[in-house]
Nanobody, 124 residues
Framework: VQLQASGGGLVQAGGSLRLSCAAS????????MGWFRQAPGKEREFVAA????????HYADSLKGRFTISRDNAKNTVYLQMNSLKPEDTAVYYC??????????????????WGQGTQVTVSS
């Protein structure tokens, strides 16, 4: 499984970005998918996750209401819509795949494959 994250960039505080993560393989619809982020000098932290069907989602408590995860299984792609961005959202954002019809998880150890990350920078 190969994951390619894109959509990062520089945005002003209060702005929006939509990240995409395209996955290879014909069994994308069986993967739970997650987004994590890592800011400089900090540990990787959970952002959001979505079940294999898209029917269940899970968010970091601090991000509920601003970030929305979704997926399009026909396009083998998962998205992260980020609104009302803050400077503290600045980080490298990673997508990850959890194989095998799993529920959405906030634990990085549950994920089997990781993308390369996309940089998000929010200026004040």
């Amino acid at each position: 499984v190969q994951l390619q994250a894109s959509g990062g960039g520089l945005v002003q505080a209060g702005g929006s970005l939509r990240l995409s993560c395209a996955a290879s393989g014909r069994t994308f619809s069986t993967y739970a998918m997650g987004w994590f982020r890592q800011a400089p000098g900090k540990e990787r932290e959970f952002v959001a996750a979505i079940s294999w069907s898209g029917g269940r989602t899970h968010y970091a408590d601090s991000l509920k209401g601003r970030f929305t995860i979704s997926r399009d299984n026909a396009k083998n792609t998962v998205y992260l819509q980020m609104n009302s961005l803050k400077p503290e959202d600045t980080a490298v954002y990673y997508c990850a795949a959890d194989l095998g019809y799993k529920p959405p998880s906030g634990y990085a150890s549950e994920y089997d494959y990781w993308g390369q990350g996309t940089q998000v920078t929010v200026s004040s």
